[in-house]
């Protein structure tokens, strides 16, 4: 079947770094997506990946084992804004490979 | 300005009444498609568009229908609204499927 996999929830200190982690399987594979979403908004695009390795933008750095179906998104220099849910979702999944499964999201609390 | 706009934002209605959330782009998107947003359960997938006239379902298309009679537009229409369809519904926009989505504000629908 199939699954993704992330933590309910994570907090942080501001200015420090956290690693949010998403687990998937899937029979068919064609990119992880990581979005930022706001209580109460939509969510925004912040990475993707489809490549195994390191993909850096700024504070935000999104990495990819396809072998393993592991990907992490790394928060640096957190700030208080960065209070939000983060969404990892897969495109592709179980032979569907026009479909973008969601993961249930983590919600990172950082606090002062 | 680059958006992908719903209509309405909120609707409280009744269950049967027929109903039709709109969804327009204005990014020669080819890519659409509509999610739901439960608790707990984050976001699914109703249905896709990979381009004109083509749909397809996502996750959870049950109760529900779309066209794609315009490269703009997506409506979600709902035959006969049950209250387990009160949710947070989001439209989605992208070039390709894996690319990027933009996501539309919401819209908030109560089925009583």
């Known amino acids: 079947g199939q699954n993704i996999d992330q933590p309910t929830e994570m907090t942080a200190t501001e200015g420090a770094i956290v690693q949010i982690n998403c687990t998937y399987q899937t029979s068919g594979f064609n990119g992880l997506f990581w979005y930022q979403q706001h209580a109460g908004e939509a969510p925004t695009f912040l990475s993707y990946?489809?490549?195994?390795g390191l993909e850096e933008k700024g504070r935000f750095s999104s990495f990819l084992s396809r072998s393993k179906g592991y990907s992490y998104l790394l928060l640096k220099e957190l700030q208080m804004k960065d209070s939000a849910s983060y969404l990892c979702?897969?495109?592709?999944?179980?032979?569907?490979?026009?479909?973008?499964?969601f993961g249930t999201g983590t919600l990172l609390a950082v606090q002062p | 300005e680059a958006q992908v706009t719903q209509n309405p934002r909120y609707l409280i209605t009744v269950t049967g009444k027929k109903l039709t959330v709109t969804c327009s782009q204005n990014m020669n998107h080819e890519y659409m498609s509509w999610y739901r947003q439960d608790p707990g359960l984050g976001l699914r997938q109703i249905y896709y568009s990979m381009n004109v006239e083509v749909t397809d379902k996502g996750d959870v298309p049950e109760g529900y229908k779309v066209s794609r009679k315009e490269k703009r537009n997506f409506p979600l229409i709902l035959e006969s609204p049950s209250p387990n369809q009160t949710s947070l519904y989001f439209c989605?926009?992208?070039?390709?499927?894996?690319?990027?989505?933009?996501f539309g504000d919401g819209t908030r629908l109560s089925i009583l």
């Open positions: 979702a897969v495109m592709g999944y179980g032979g569907a490979t026009n479909k973008l499964i």
């Open positions: 990946n489809v490549l195994d």
């Open positions: 989605a926009s992208s070039r390709q499927r894996n690319q990027p989505q933009h």
